[in-house]
């Protein structure tokens, strides 16, 4: 068993709003290991990116605040660190994939300038050495022609160019984790493939280790050892993906599983969907936030919020009921 490169302990992240303070992410916990790509799940607004940008200190200023837990990288407690501290960790020992790429690039600097910044920054190498790595780099990603592509505008690139030139910016240094945010969000079938297996490719070669962010459960199957399902800013189930996919425990995590159409499906038949709505997160529930969406919910499990226990080895979940609950074949759609 290799050992976590980032560990995770209680995370806590709030924001300061008009409303009052919110918290996005609550007692989160996890680990990633060298080598091994870690998958992050859940709906839109359960706390996926909050984490990722807790992790590379990337909070909106001054409302996002780290209140508490440790975010432990390489034996340092990240979330100690100072800002210059941690400018010097971003880009070379944790690349970060953007779930925009059009945004996470700069419209009015040329794709060349831009990877020759980030190994100005972090390497002790001249302008033109920089720009021949640089050239290198879009080899690497699959980015034909690149000494054209060097001189050009993100405007004139294609969604799935823009994508590979991000990846190779988050990858120029070497870094040792990669936190790859809906890297095929908006991007077609072909070319999220072909993304997923140039992250594969590059994670191989390199040996870095990968936590990838997504909504996508098939996406989760095909490319993660481990996996973190989230909601409402907490962790409600997280094991190896043998766990998740084939004993998945907690109540959402089967409601996940159960909504994917499969090829069996009856024609013209409904999916199945989890009734009801994510909490807000200026009002969540004191007990467990899953209870008004749950059909397995009593009113104990409404009172106070369930503790994580072991299912098994590497295997755990936050739920009350988890031991009464019908394995995932027995639950009807």
């Not at 984790?177 to 991007?187: F, H, K, Q, S």
């Not at 070669?205 to 996996?227: C, K, W």
Request: proline content about 6%.
């Amino acid at each position: 068993m290799s050992e976590p490169i980032l560990q995770l302990s209680n995370l806590v992240t709030e924001f300061d709003t008009d409303e009052g303070r919110v918290r996005a992410v609550d007692d989160v916990s996890f680990s990633v290991n060298a080598g091994e790509t870690l998958g992050i799940v859940g709906e839109s607004g359960c706390g996926k990116s909050v984490t990722a940008q807790s992790i590379m200190r990337l909070l909106p200023q001054p409302m996002g605040q780290i209140v508490s837990g440790e975010i432990r990288f390489n034996g340092q407690n990240l979330a100690a660190l100072t800002l210059e501290q941690m400018r010097a960790i971003r880009g070379a020992e944790i690349g970060m994939v953007f779930q925009e790429p059009m945004t996470a690039l700069n419209p009015v600097h040329t794709i060349g300038r831009q990877l020759a910044e980030v190994l100005l920054l972090h390497k002790k190498i001249s302008k033109q050495d920089a720009l021949r790595q640089s050239m290198v780099m879009l080899d690497r990603v699959g980015i034909p022609a690149p000494d054209i592509r060097m001189g050009e505008y993100p405007h004139q690139l294609s969604g799935g160019m823009r994508q590979r030139v991000v990846i190779a910016m988050a990858l120029a240094c070497g870094p040792k984790l990669l936190i790859a945010d809906e890297p095929t969000t908006a991007l077609d079938v072909t070319i999220q493939a072909q993304i997923l297996e140039l992250i594969r490719e590059l994670q191989n070669d390199m040996g870095m280790a990968v936590m990838l962010i997504t909504h996508d459960l098939g996406v989760i199957a095909e490319t993660s050892q481990q996996v973190v399902v989230m909601y409402a800013g907490k962790v409600a189930e997280k094991g190896t993906v043998y766990d998740i996919f084939d004993h998945p425990t907690h109540p959402y995590t089967q409601g996940l599983l159960s909504s994917i159409p499969r090829l069996n499906t009856v024609p013209k038949s409904r999916l199945a969907i989890i009734p009801g709505m994510v909490p807000g997160l200026r009002d969540l529930p004191a007990g467990c936030r899953f209870a008004n969406r749950c059909r397995h919910c009593l009113d104990s499990c409404t009172l106070a919020s369930p503790a994580e226990e072991q299912v098994s080895a590497g295997h755990s979940v936050s739920c009350y009921r988890w031991r009464d609950l019908p394995p995932l074949t027995e639950v009807p759609a």
